[in-house]
């Protein structure tokens, strides 16, 4: 499984991203998907998981009413809505998949098998 995330950038506090992970492979649509950000001198911490059918979906209490998760198994893609920017927000985003069967999603990074190379979100005061 092959991660490619994409759409971070420099945005003012206030504005929107919305950030694609495009899977590869067929079986996409059985994986369980998550988006975790890494800031500088921090460790790498949860944003947003969403399960394999798409029907649970979890956000981190500090991003909770701004970001939101979905996926698009017709394109292999997961997304991160981003509203409402903060500063804090700014970090290096990934995402992964967590590829067991029938389980997840999780907010634990050792529990994903694949990971994206990231992308960076910066957000200007």
């Known amino acids: 499984v092959q991660l490619q995330a994409s759409g971070g950038g420099l945005v003012q506090a206030g504005g929107s991203l919305r950030l694609s992970c495009a899977a590869s492979?067929?079986?996409?649509?059985?994986?369980?998907m998550g988006w975790f950000r890494q800031a500088p001198g921090k460790e790498r911490e949860f944003v947003a998981a969403?399960?394999?059918?798409?029907?649970?979906?979890y956000v981190a209490n500090s991003v909770k009413g701004r970001f939101t998760i979905s996926r698009d198994d017709a394109k292999n893609t997961v997304y991160l809505q981003m509203n409402s920017l903060r500063p804090e927000d700014t970090a290096v985003y990934y995402c992964?998949?967590?590829?067991?069967?029938?389980?997840?999603?999780?907010?634990?990074?050792?529990?994903?098998?694949?990971w994206g190379q990231g992308t960076q979100v910066t957000v200007s005061s």
């Open positions: 969403i399960s394999w059918s798409g029907g649970r979906t």
């Open positions: 992964a998949a967590d590829i067991r069967p029938g389980v997840g999603p999780t907010v634990v990074p050792y529990e994903y098998d694949y």
């Open positions: 492979g067929r079986t996409f649509s059985r994986y369980s």
